[in-house]
């Protein structure tokens, strides 16, 4: 499945119908006790601060995917990754993540996880892709080598 990344941020949103249509749907699929509100509400909140952005696997023109963005200087804080129940178990989670890193690192950031808002089916996810829990616990990364290192 050719899965590529969209950025949707609060000017897609209210100018593109299919992109909200989408986006709701991705979140109408989460768990009830992943949604902290109605998905609408949701989408719509984490776009109303500034900065924040979806980062979406889309395929078909369809999104399938989402997590929700907050980005800071050194990192992209990642939240809420939720795929479509119709497509799920076929790599579009995995993808979506993998797709994520590329355009945070093109950009000088790590993407970071906080690790008490994640399941343990997120959890196995994430480490499955090499992300692992810091020192302290509060937080995953991508376990990458030291810059510099060689192969």
């Not at 984490?46 to 924040?52: D, G, I, K, N």
Request: net charge neutral; glycine share 6%.
């Amino acid at each position: 499945m050719p899965v590529t990344l969209q950025r949707v941020d609060q000017a897609t949103w209210e100018s593109d119908a299919q992109v909200r249509t989408d986006l709701v749907r991705i979140y109408v699929d989460a768990p009830a006790e992943r949604m902290p509100q109605a998905p609408e509400d949701f989408v719509s909140e984490h776009l109303a601060e500034a900065a924040r952005f979806f980062c979406c696997a889309h395929f078909n023109d369809r999104l399938l995917g989402a997590v929700a963005v907050t980005p800071h200087p050194e990192a992209w804080w990642l939240g809420h990754l939720c795929v479509r129940k119709s497509t799920r178990r076929r790599g579009v989670g995995s993808r979506l993540l993998t797709l994520t890193h590329q355009s945070a690192s093109q950009e000088g950031r790590e993407l970071r996880v906080i690790s008490s808002q994640l399941d343990m089916a997120d959890q196995l996810l994430l480490r499955r892709l090499g992300y692992r829990l810091t020192q302290t616990g509060d937080y995953f990364e991508l376990d990458l080598p030291p810059k510099g290192a060689g192969p």
